[in-house]
Every structure is written in C-alpha cells, then in structure tokens.
C-alpha cells in the first residue's frame, strides 16, 4: 500500500465520522467557540502538513547521510514482527509520553488544549500545543522504523489507529448500541480491554472529578486500551462523563495553548 493510499484512507475515516457527526447535528454545537476553532485548524493542519512530513523527512534524511546501508535493511522480517514492534515502539511510547504530560504540570502545557474543549468531537484529534507532536518519542522512532523498511505494515498499522482514535474522540458513539444486548456487552468486555473506545477514552475528558464516569488520571491509552490494563491506569465504567474540560481550569489565550512557551499565560 502507498503512502498515498493510506494518508486517502484515514482522510475518509475523518469524513465518514464527520460527517456522522453533522448529522447528528454534533460537528459544531453551542459548546464550539471561535477560539476553539482556531485551535483545532491550527494543530491539525501543523501536524497532518508539517510535523509528521517533517519528521519522516528529516529521519530519512539522517539515514541516507549517516547510515545509507540501513535503507530498507529489515524489509524482509514478517508482517506480525514489524507490528509488535510497531505496537511497542510508537503506540506504548505515545501511551508514556501521555501518561507523563499529565503527571508532569510544566509539560501538561504541552497537552492542554487537548482537555480544554467542552466536548468531544473528531476535530479536537490532534487539538494540541504544536510541539506535543514534535517531541512524541513514537513518531520519531516509527519513523525510523520505515526508513528500515516497515513502510507497508506501517501504512495500514497507520489506518487502523486512527480508524480507534478517531472514533474514541468521536461524539457518535459507536459503543453505546453494543452495551444495549447481552451479546455486545460480551463483545465489549473484551473491545474495552484491548482497544479505546468512547467510553473509556470520554472517561478520560471529563470535566468534574465527583462524576463517576470521568478519570483523567488514566485511560491514557491511543491505539490500545491494553497499555493502561497492563500499567495499572484503567477504569471501565461503561457511561460517560456529563461535562467535558479541565476543571478549575483558568483562561489561557489560543496562542498559549498552541504556543507555549513562546507564547505564556
């Protein structure tokens, strides 16, 4: 598969849930401000533009310079080893790198503009500050993984992450008709420990720590659900939180969320 093809697919994952959230009528509700907006275009066109191109270009570049031997050098390990490498290398870091943004109060600037937001929406995706991305430890090394040939696994291992991520942020709710019937509850219970889905992943975006759906001190997981299970920061309630946001959350100007520290409060 190219790198067109799997950048057109997780385009179309992003419209189809788009669109299912217009409608809805959940795209963009009373809770959207202009300085949400400015935000979420702001971030999503940096990393989707520049900080993903960017990175592949300079590691690339770096090897063709440093290590031109290495080029595709382990292009010949099978499809399932490349993924469990994938799996470790990009999605357990990113969980890390997640984790330790909210456990360190001067980098959780860094991912605040990622909680700011009243509700959830695909758009608020990639709504962080533009370095978060810069300096995700995955990106950088899964990067280095497809200049020693995990281009092709990597490009569906691509689709199928944000296929999750995408629809964990999501305000439709894939999950809600399966908790309906004994066999989607079944179904769930194994979903829910694998992989974020909505409720897990809205656990983490609530607003009010007394409401027994939020934990925003956990569920850290992208991909897989699997890493806060295994680390001890899960908890499945199968509801969602009735508010979204950062509570006790003072103002900070759209240029500070996606700024700092060039830009402070």
Same mark, same amino acid.
């Given at each position: 598969?190219?790198? %067109?093809?799997?950048?057109? /697919? ?8 788009? #669109?299912?959230? !217009?409608?809805? &009528? ?15 275009v702001v971030s999503s066109v940096t990393i989707l533009a520049f900080t993903v191109p960017g990175i592949v270009w300079i590691v ?49 600037h860094l991912h605040r503009a990622h909680h700011t937001a009243r509700y959830m929406s695909v758009r608020m995706t990639f709504r962080?500050? %533009?370095?978060?991305?810069? /300096? ?8 280095? #993984?497809?200049? !020693?040939?995990? &281009? ?114």
């Amino acid at each position: 598969m190219s790198g %067109v093809d799997h950048r057109l /697919l997780i385009t179309a994952i992003f419209a189809v849930f788009a #669109l299912l959230e !217009l409608f809805a &009528g959940r795209f963009i509700t009373k809770a959207t401000t202009r300085r949400d907006l400015v935000i979420e275009v702001v971030s999503s066109v940096t990393i989707l533009a520049f900080t993903v191109p960017g990175i592949v270009w300079i590691v690339d570049a770096a090897g063709q310079s440093l290590v031109p031997q290495w080029r595709d050098l382990w292009v010949d390990w099978p499809w399932w080893l490349m993924l469990v490498v994938l799996l470790v290398a990009d999605d357990m870091t990113q969980y890390w790198w997640h984790r330790i943004n909210h456990s360190v109060p001067w980098l959780f600037h860094l991912h605040r503009a990622h909680h700011t937001a009243r509700y959830m929406s695909v758009r608020m995706t990639f709504r962080n500050n %533009v370095f978060y991305y810069w /300096l995700m430890p995955g990106l950088w090394l899964s990067a280095g #993984l497809i200049f !020693l040939g995990f &281009g092709s696994v990597y490009a569906v291992y691509a689709i199928v992450k944000m296929a999750v991520i995408v629809g964990a942020h999501s305000s439709v709710r894939w999950d809600a008709p399966l908790y309906r019937s004994t066999l989607g509850r079944t179904i769930m219970w194994v979903l829910e420990r694998l992989i974020s889905t909505p409720a897990t992943h809205n656990a983490h975006h609530g607003l009010h720590a007394d409401d027994p759906a939020t934990f925003y001190a956990g569920n850290y997981g992208n991909l897989l659900f699997l890493w806060d299970v295994v680390f001890g920061t899960a908890r499945i309630t199968r509801t969602y939180p009735r508010a979204y946001g950062v509570e006790n959350e003072a103002p900070r100007s759209w240029r500070h969320e996606l700024l700092w520290p060039l830009f402070r409060r």
